[in-house]
């Protein structure tokens, strides 16, 4: 009888230890907390003018692209141009797209993609912003922008260059009110030569616009943000 004894008192000893460790590992081994951190990070560009001819040879699209990622594998993509309609009517379009990229094979450089839904973007240089776009109502659509009907050359000109020049931030909204900035450094390898890739796009677009008699379908963007 005392060893059925001790046996059962060294049972619910260990049941009582058990239970113990779930307890502590369940209630006391979560930790979160936020921190500051200053994490240094490589950031590549890419920075070009949009130059683009319809199937007659004849401008169409003519803006700005800049393209950057760093090694997080996250790349975002901002567009801004004049575009040509199908209604024969000059709209300029605002993009920004942001991509998860994920090496599949080491030893190749093929990459897969993940498009990750936006909420809102805005374009700010010396703290103030002058480009913004927001979310379509279409989930197909991760990206955010916006569309202007008014011709502006002059203005609108202007932010393509200054855009092609770097120097500004991207502010994007991945999760609804909460800003992460990305910084869109100098273009070390600008150009005011270069320039005239863009010049020469527009009056060729220009001179499409008068002179086109079969508009043809062409890949218009749907864009939730309209400003006419």
């Known amino acids: 009888?005392?060893?059925?004894?001790?046996?059962?008192?060294?049972?619910?000893?260990?049941?009582?230890?058990?239970?113990?460790?779930?307890?502590?590992?369940?209630?006391?081994?979560?930790?979160?907390?936020?921190?500051?951190?200053?994490?240094?990070?490589?950031?590549?560009?890419?920075?070009?003018?949009?130059?683009?001819?319809?199937?007659?040879?004849?401008?169409?699209?003519?803006?700005?692209?800049?393209?950057?990622?760093?090694?997080?594998?996250?790349?975002?993509?901002?567009?801004?141009?004049?575009?040509?309609?199908?209604?024969?009517?000059?709209?300029?379009?605002?993009?920004?797209?942001?991509?998860?990229?994920?090496?599949?094979?080491?030893?190749?450089?093929?990459?897969?993609?993940?498009?990750?839904?936006?909420?809102?973007?805005?374009l700010k240089k010396d703290g103030e912003g002058f480009l913004a776009g927001v979310r379509a109502n279409d989930d197909k659509d991760k990206g955010v922008g916006a569309e202007y009907t008014e011709f502006d050359r002059e203005g609108n000109t202007a932010i393509f260059k200054m855009m092609y020049k770097g120097d500004f931030e991207l502010e994007v909204h991945a999760i609804p009110k909460v800003p992460l900035i990305i910084p869109i450094k100098k273009n070390v390898q600008y150009n005011k030569e270069n320039e005239v890739i863009l010049d020469n796009c527009i009056d060729d677009l220009i001179s499409n616009k008068k002179s086109r008699l079969n508009p043809k379908e062409f890949n218009q963007k749907y864009l939730a943000y309209k400003v006419s």
Do not use: W
């Open 1 to 122: 009888m005392l060893l059925f004894k001790k046996i059962l008192l060294f049972i619910l000893s260990l049941f009582f230890i058990i239970l113990f460790f779930i307890a502590s590992s369940t209630s006391y081994a979560k930790s979160e907390y936020n921190a500051e951190t200053l994490e240094k990070n490589v950031r590549f560009y890419s920075i070009e003018f949009l130059d683009i001819p319809d199937e007659n040879g004849k401008k169409y699209v003519c803006g700005t692209k800049i393209s950057t990622y760093d090694y997080s594998g996250r790349k975002y993509i901002i567009e801004y141009y004049y575009l040509l309609t199908n209604k024969n009517q000059i709209v300029t379009q605002f993009s920004v797209d942001a991509i998860q990229m994920s090496v599949l094979n080491p030893d190749t450089p093929e990459l897969e993609h993940m498009d990750i839904k936006l909420y809102a973007s805005i």
